[in-house]
């Protein structure tokens, strides 16, 4: 049982313009968000995450917005550069999951110079 | 942050063998966890290990299968038993250095081919 959802599993974007990633997550007990992005051969590397009492969370070029009552977020990557091109996660958790992580299939992006 | 690092970074098997891979942080940290990616899918949380006790597996992962280690704050190892094809993966620790909510960070991996 899938609880965290990205559809949409590859996204191409010209350099300079923006990428939109979404994602959706089942379990109401989430509370607690994050992205990742992930070369080949590589472990993940944390991008940006947002607790369930924000709606918005921003860190240079990457926002993160989040809609608790869709449950639904999505990371806006503004301007896109090439070397974002990777495959990206979300991830979920809750308090009582203690951390304990509930991954998204990633969504590949490439960014088109 | 914390660095992590994972050996082997890469192993091929034979099939019904074992291989038992390390993680190895450069700093004490509260939680560590075991993932796993097949080819093509997402990340699998296999178990969290625990300081000094038996670690607490996901639903569908079993300790004879992947029995793990964790004999300190720092360090923790993860055995895949008895090896077939379905098991060619990449490995993956991850780290959780504060308390809930908190970032967790991932080690580089190690790319499992079992024939």
């Known amino acids: 049982d899938q609880q965290v959802k990205q559809n949409s599993p590859s996204l191409s974007v010209q350099e300079g313009r923006i990428s939109i990633l979404n994602c959706d997550y089942t379990n109401s007990m989430f509370d607690y968000f994050l992205w990742y992005k992930k070369y080949p051969a590589e472990g993940p590397t944390f991008l940006i995450s947002i607790s369930s009492i924000k709606d918005k969370n921003e860190d240079g070029r990457f926002t993160v917005f989040l809609n608790k009552s869709a449950k639904h977020l999505s990371l806006h990557i503004v301007p896109s550069q090439p070397g974002d091109s990777a495959v990206y996660f979300c991830?979920?958790?809750?308090?009582?999951?203690?951390?304990?992580?509930?991954f998204g299939k990633g969504n590949q992006v490439v960014v088109i110079p | 942050s914390a660095v992590i690092s994972q050996k082997p970074s890469r192993d091929i098997c034979q099939r019904g063998t074992s291989l038992t891979i390390q993680c190895q942080v450069d700093?004490?940290?509260?939680?560590m966890f075991w993932y796993r990616q097949q080819p093509g899918q997402s990340l699998t949380l296999i178990a969290t290990a625990n300081q000094g006790s038996e670690a607490t597996y996901e639903s569908g992962f079993v300790i004879d299968k992947f029995p793990i280690s964790r004999p300190n704050l720092t360090f923790s190892t993860l055995t895949v038993s008895n090896m077939s094809p379905e098991d060619s993966s990449i490995y993956l620790c991850?780290?959780?250095?504060?308390?809930?909510?908190?970032?967790?960070?991932f080690g580089p991996g190690t790319r499992l081919t079992v024939l």
């Open positions: 991830a979920a958790t809750g308090s009582r999951g203690n951390n304990r992580l509930a």
């Open positions: 700093s004490q940290v509260t939680m």
């Open positions: 991850s780290v959780v250095t504060g308390g809930y909510p908190d970032t967790q960070y």
